[in-house]
């Protein structure tokens, strides 16, 4: 039975189950509805450049597979067309980050979703981020800056 004064989600109420909680109004301008397109870097084997002094040795990330799988599966019921890519040395994110930036300035995608399944740390310097394959860092500051750049295709300046 539904009351009145309960909020609702499709068929249920906050009084039917204890897992909704009330839905307030949305009082800021939102996004967009529509098709978005999904990232996902999955890092999960990793070794240190003997070429380049600040590579760090990680530890190779188990189970990953599992939550590339279950990442792809969400997006792509949201609509979202899912790029996926794999054990990405330092440069080669850097480079797939700066040409899908390009691809999400599409007008056809209403949003984005950047998912990187890697080890993260301190990189020096004040600096964080996270570790491509080859155990060196992009910074964070970096990832958001590629994909804040307007228009996006600049990046690739």
């Excluded at 760090?56 to 792809?72: C, H, I, N």
């Amino acid at each position: 039975e539904h009351h009145a004064s309960s909020p609702t989600v499709g068929n249920y109420s906050s009084t039917s189950s204890p897992f909704l909680l009330p839905i307030e109004p949305a009082t800021e301008e939102c996004y967009a509805r529509g098709p978005g397109l999904c990232i996902i870097i999955n890092q999960e084997l990793f070794y240190a450049d003997s070429n380049i002094p600040q590579a760090t040795v990680v530890d190779e990330r188990q189970a990953t597979e599992k939550d590339k799988g279950k990442l792809k599966s969400i997006f792509s019921c949201f609509g979202a067309k899912v790029l996926t890519f794999e054990n990405l040395t330092r440069e080669e994110l850097e480079d797939k980050l700066k040409a899908t930036a390009v691809t999400a300035d599409d007008p056809k995608y209403c949003w984005i979703a950047l998912c990187i399944l890697s080890h993260g740390g301190d990189l020096g310097g004040g600096m964080h981020g996270v570790f491509g394959c080859n155990g060196v860092g992009l910074p964070t500051e970096k990832i958001v800056n590629i994909f804040t750049a307007a228009p996006a295709s600049k990046t690739l300046n």
